[in-house]
């Protein structure tokens, strides 16, 4: 079989969205180091977390919001306060607004590119 062509599907909301995710984990490493929590600690965990849930939550910025709660939880041994728990649905809640935003402007750009 001769290869002529390879085609790659870039996923253009990823790219997008990968600056709200990065954001999000320097919010939450910012809001655990108050709880002497290592920020390089915390992202091993939240990506251990992420792959564990994967079975219950699937992907997307609900799942993450889910994880990092758990994260949270997990790596201050439950002393966490509810305050950092509302910091935490919050953060989920303004990447769910922003990524909305985001896939709106995708999908008007998208409509000048017309192959």
Same mark, same amino acid.
């Given at each position: 079989?001769?290869?002529?062509?390879?085609?790659? $599907?870039?996923?253009?909301?990823?790219? @997008?969205?990968? &600056?709200?995710?990065?954001?999000?984990?320097?919010?939450? $490493?910012?809001?655990?180091?108050?709880?002497?929590?290592?920020?390089? !600690?915390?992202?091993? &965990?939240?990506?251990?977390?992420? @792959?564990?849930? %994967?079975?219950?939550?699937?992907?997307?910025?609900?799942?993450?919001? %889910?994880?990092? *709660? !758990?994260?949270?939880? $997990? %790596?201050? =041994?439950? &002393?966490?306060?509810?305050?950092?728990?509302?910091?935490?649905? =919050? %953060?989920? /809640? !303004?990447? *769910?607004?922003?990524?909305? /935003?985001?896939? /709106?402007?995708?999908? $008007?750009? !998208? /409509?000048?590119? @017309?192959?």
């Amino acid at each position: 079989m001769d290869i002529h062509w390879i085609g790659f $599907d870039a996923d253009d909301t990823l790219w @997008v969205n990968e &600056r709200l995710y990065r954001e999000a984990r320097t919010r939450f $490493d910012a809001l655990l180091a108050g709880y002497g929590v290592d920020p390089a !600690e915390a992202d091993r &965990r939240i990506d251990e977390i992420e @792959v564990q849930n %994967l079975q219950w939550y699937g992907y997307g910025v609900m799942s993450f919001g %889910l994880s990092l *709660i !758990e994260a949270a939880v $997990d %790596l201050t =041994q439950g &002393r966490i306060a509810g305050q950092g728990i509302s910091q935490v649905l =919050q %953060l989920t /809640k !303004e990447m *769910i607004t922003a990524e909305g /935003k985001a896939a /709106k402007r995708l999908a $008007d750009l !998208e /409509k000048g590119f @017309v192959v």
